[in-house]
């Protein structure tokens, strides 16, 4: 088994995409990138769009090696989204599907705004979408709705993927931050080697304080089980989470690291230090709005 990560907040952008090759498939899951609209009252620096960028083109790429595609929810973060946001993966921008396999999340607890995005892939593949959730597929499983996050935030569910090969078990637990024992549980349940999750909102933890110390516990709790623990995605949109990252990995004996780590590269922070990205590079006036309209690109900040 061969894992690639395709993005994730510790390579500048908000994604938690990978590609699991095994010998009889290739799969993609969560094709999706995006940045946060304000951080600090800034919209997104231009060496952030540089970085969405770099993570569009590697999932755009794997598209077009792909056997199977899994989205576990229908976040833009997550999936290709219809041409609103310039600084996300566009679905006119993908390359032929023919011979894809679809696996998704199902239409069952997830908002509105969900259903509409789920409506709208659905419309531009011009095929019914599969509800996988419960779904057994050779090498690949799919779990029941999990919360993202804590289930009593209400921000719907996700669906996990399990990919074995030989003595391998891969998990791509999606966004479940660590939140809810319930979900780590279940991830522990099929037996797993490596896991890939988006770890605790630290920057957020005056909002969602169970990301303090449940998820600590959970964290602890998973990786004593596994070979290779992953953690990234909301963990590293803020330094505080680089930290607890670090420290949970003292703990253990089992490896615990960041995705660019796992992939041999030292991580960039971006979103956690916009504040200081605008007062190093200064960003001109209309920037963002020529950059949407394809009249100023990223280059001169690089």
Known sequence: MQIEILGCESFGARSLACVVKTDDRTILIDPGVALARLRSGLLPHPIEVAAAFRIREKVLS?????????????????????????????MEALP??????????????????????????????????????????GNMEFSSPVPHGTGEKGFGTVMMTRICEGDEVFVHSSDIQLL??????????????????????????????????????NALLLA??????ILDHHLLRSFEGY?????????????????????????????????????????????????SKGKAGFEEFL
């Open 224 to 229: 004593r089980h596994v070979d290779t623990l």
């Open 62 to 90: 794997a598209f077009g090696q792909a056997t199977d595609v899994v989205i576990s929810h229908f976040h833009g973060d997550h999936m290709p989204m219809r041409a609103e946001d310039p600084y996300q993966l566009p």
């Open 96 to 137: 032929s599907l023919d011979g894809i396999n679809f696996w998704c999340k199902g239409p069952e607890k997830i908002s509105g705004l969900s259903s509409k995005r789920r409506r709208e892939l659905l419309d531009f593949l011009g095929f019914p979408l599969p509800a996988s959730e419960g779904v057994k597929s």
């Open 243 to 291: 930290s607890w990252l670090k420290e949970l990995a003292g703990m253990i004996e089992s490896r615990v690291l960041c995705a660019a780590e796992f992939m041999g590269k030292t991580p960039e922070l971006l979103e956690a230090q916009r504040k200081n990205l605008y007062e190093k590079a200064p960003v001109p006036s209309g920037w963002h709005e020529a950059y």
């Open 180 to 217: 809810d024992r319930k979900s780590v549980l279940k991830v522990l349940d099929w037996e797993p080697t490596i896991v890939f999750a988006s770890g605790p909102p630290l920057y957020l933890s005056h909002r969602v304080p169970e990301a303090g110390k449940e998820a600590s516990e």
